[in-house]
């Protein structure tokens, strides 16, 4: 296959997940981006300048690649010179308030790390016409959210609207919302929350299944597209291992998950042949089976995931505090009368999703809104009603209609019919919504009756 039709077919498998799934795509951001676009240090690096700033480490760090089994570890002897420095002559290295009680032995370690990246950040270095490129085409995909294990601040200057969530703060956060950099291992902005060292890790594999919940719904009905890691990196191995273990159907140990899109840098002779299918390695010697995506240019990459609608320039920050009301609204000041509420017009706005839009100051794009009580399902909600499974895949239903269009050469998917219904979402893009009637029409062909499509 050549390079081209690669690229037309990635592009087409994107386009119709999008189309599938009808919403954005969350992003999953390592620091191979940063490192790519803002030439940020890679943790061996990174320990290699903290080495060089403290002089109680004094020997090559090629020592302690050796004595120490990972970077974590290396982290945590050099937490603890650090922190010899900073009370014997290292102590105007750092400021006055951190000399108290209150401070962690880690927090003169990751003081200096942060200071690294805010330094190189107050000096930015001059980005290449390539780059600039793709960090325009990464911003049209306005995605929903963003998770990054990255703790410089560069993801918050390419998404300036989105509000980054840091650290435990994502765990406690009351509900998930939209324009949001979820920065699960912390951030230099709050130095105590970075994990850098043994230590860090081990207190956040505790708190893993907890953050794994929070984001299962991101990862099991949003696009999501992995960038700037590698497929050994324990960060990926770490955060995928509890989404396998949920989204994989029970006794199925090839599971291609449709959603999942890990890209890689790629050059020269490997882009002869390359590859459509990731294996990455997990916990517990298993492996999670996702799409890939290789290329040595990413622009056309994040333009298959660009949103293309009129509402493009929304602020994200609005409809984040849209959501976040109404969740106020809803859960607290509506229960505990604290606001004075008309049922009646919320009754009837509700019943009619053109009339709720327009009581929320927003004109609705598509006049068949108002059917969403006829067509109440996304193909991930049939897929779980017909499978009775809470974490089932929509490719379980759409498989039904490929079918259909297979036995009776109807596509019930390319127009609006008694089963299935398109909303018209911006000049390109589609959400679709299904019927009871196609949930009914599902379990008969599944039990091998006869059936026959009534448009």
């Known amino acids: 296959m050549s390079f081209d039709n690669y690229k037309i077919e990635i592009v087409e498998d994107v386009k119709s997940c999008l189309e599938t799934l009808g919403c954005k795509p969350i992003l999953f951001v390592g620091s191979g981006l940063s490192r790519r676009y803002f030439g940020t240090p890679s943790w061996d690096e990174l320990l290699e300048k903290l080495a060089s700033q403290c002089p109680l480490i004094d020997k090559n760090y090629t020592f302690y690649k050796q004595s120490f089994e990972d970077q974590a570890a290396i982290g945590e002897e050099f937490s603890k010179l650090f922190h010899r420095w900073a009370w014997e002559k290292g102590n105007d290295f750092f400021p006055p308030p951190m000399f108290t009680g209150e401070i962690p032995q880690s927090s003169y370690l990751k003081?200096?790390?942060?200071?690294?990246?805010?330094?190189?950040?107050?000096?930015?270095?001059?980005?290449?016409?390539?780059?600039?490129?793709?960090?325009?085409?990464?911003?049209?995909?306005?995605?929903?959210?963003?998770?990054?294990?990255?703790?410089?601040?560069?993801?918050?200057?390419?998404?300036?609207?989105?509000?980054?969530?840091?650290?435990?703060?994502?765990?406690?956060?009351?509900?998930?919302?939209?324009?949001?950099?979820f920065k699960i291992h912390g951030c230099v902005s709050d130095i105590n929350s970075i994990i850098l060292t043994k230590s860090d890790y081990e207190h956040f594999m505790k708190k893993k299944k907890y953050l794994s919940a929070k984001l299962l719904t991101y990862f099991s009905e949003h696009p999501l597209l992995i960038v700037g890691y590698s497929a050994s990196d324990p960060n990926i191995k770490s955060i995928l291992s509890d989404i396998d273990l949920c989204l994989r159907p029970e006794g199925d140990t090839d599971f291609l998950i449709p959603n999942i899109y890990f890209v890689e840098w790629k050059t020269g002779v490997a882009l002869n042949k390359p590859s459509k299918e990731k294996l990455i390695p997990t916990e517990d010697n298993r492996f999670l089976r996702v799409k890939a995506i290789e290329s040595d240019d990413f622009c056309w990459i994040f333009d298959a995931f660009a949103t293309r609608r009129p509402l493009n320039n929304i602020n994200p920050k609005l409809l984040r505090g849209l959501v976040s009301r109404t969740h106020e609204l809803v859960r607290h000041d509506i229960p505990k009368s604290k606001v004075q509420f008309n049922y009646d017009t919320l009754s009837r706005a509700l019943d009619n999703t053109n009339d709720y839009a327009k009581l929320l100051g927003i004109t609705t794009v598509n006049a068949f809104s108002s059917n969403s009580i006829q067509y109440p399902y996304s193909l991930t909600e049939v897929a779980r009603i017909i499978t009775k499974n809470g974490k089932a895949y929509w490719n379980a239903a759409h498989e039904y209609v490929l079918r259909i269009k297979r036995e009776t050469g109807q596509d019930i998917k390319s127009f609006d019919n008694r089963y299935h219904q398109s909303s018209k979402a911006g000049i390109i893009s589609k959400s679709h919504n299904y019927s009871q009637e196609f949930v009914d029409l599902i379990f008969k062909m599944r039990s091998g009756a006869p059936y026959v499509i009534d448009l």
Do not use: S, W
């Open 111 to 181: 003081y200096a790390t942060a200071m690294i990246f805010q330094n190189e950040r107050a000096t930015p270095r001059a980005i290449d016409n390539q780059n600039q490129l793709e960090i325009a085409a990464l911003q049209k995909i306005q995605p929903h959210a963003l998770i990054t294990t990255n703790f410089d601040q560069y993801l918050e200057d390419v998404f300036p609207d989105y509000e980054p969530i840091i650290g435990q703060h994502i765990i406690r956060e009351p509900q998930i919302l939209t324009g949001e950099i």
